[in-house]
C-alpha cells in the first residue's frame, strides 16, 4: 500500500505514488512533464478534477483552489463532492438520487432551505470521480422518459 503524503496546494492527503492529486488537480513536480490537452504547444500544470483533462494555465479554471477545464468549470464542488442536481421538487430529487443509487452511484443530498436563492432547493451531490458517470446515466434516463412522452 502506497505512503500517504500531502498536497502542497490543497493540504489534502494524496497517496505518494500520484501524479496529480484528486481533490484540487495540482500536478505534483515529480511528474514528467506532459503537454496541455487544449493548447498542445504548452506545458500542462494540472488536471481537470472533474474529467481529469490536462489543463495548462492558459485554459485552466481555477475555483477555491481547484482546477477545472472550461468544460467543467460552472460544475459547483464542495469538498470531495460535485453537485449533479439542484431542484425544489423534492420527489424529482427522490426519484434521481434513487436512480443513481441503484446504479451503484454513492449520493448525499441537502436541503438548503433559504439559504439560497431559490428557497426549499435540494441538492443532490455525488462523489466528484463519479460525476462524468452520472452525468451521463442521468441524461440518458431523461432521454428515455422524453421518448416515452
Not at 111 to 139: E, Q, T, V
Request: with cysteine; net charge negative; proline share 5%.
Amino acid at each position: 500500500m502506497s505512503e500517504l503524503t500531502t498536497c502542497s496546494n490543497c493540504n489534502n492527503e494524496v497517496t505518494e505514488d500520484s501524479d496529480f492529486c484528486p481533490h484540487c488537480g495540482n500536478l505534483f513536480k515529480e511528474a514528467p512533464p506532459v503537454h496541455c490537452e487544449t493548447d498542445l504547444d504548452q506545458e500542462a500544470t494540472g488536471v481537470c478534477i472533474i474529467c481529469q483533462k490536462l489543463v495548462c494555465s492558459r485554459c485552466q479554471e481555477v475555483q477555491n483552489r481547484r482546477l477545472f477545464c472550461p468544460e467543467h468549470c460552472n460544475v459547483q464542488v464542495e469538498e470531495d463532492w460535485a453537485l449533479i442536481v439542484e431542484s425544489r421538487a423534492a420527489a424529482d430529487v427522490e426519484m434521481q438520487k434513487g436512480y443513481l443509487e441503484s446504479k451503484g452511484i454513492q449520493t448525499t443530498m441537502q436541503d438548503f432551505g433559504l439559504r439560497l436563492r431559490h428557497p426549499g432547493a435540494l441538492r443532490l451531490f455525488i462523489p466528484i470521480p463519479d460525476y462524468l458517470r452520472a452525468k451521463k446515466i442521468l441524461d440518458e434516463s431523461n432521454e428515455l422518459i422524453n421518448l416515452n412522452e
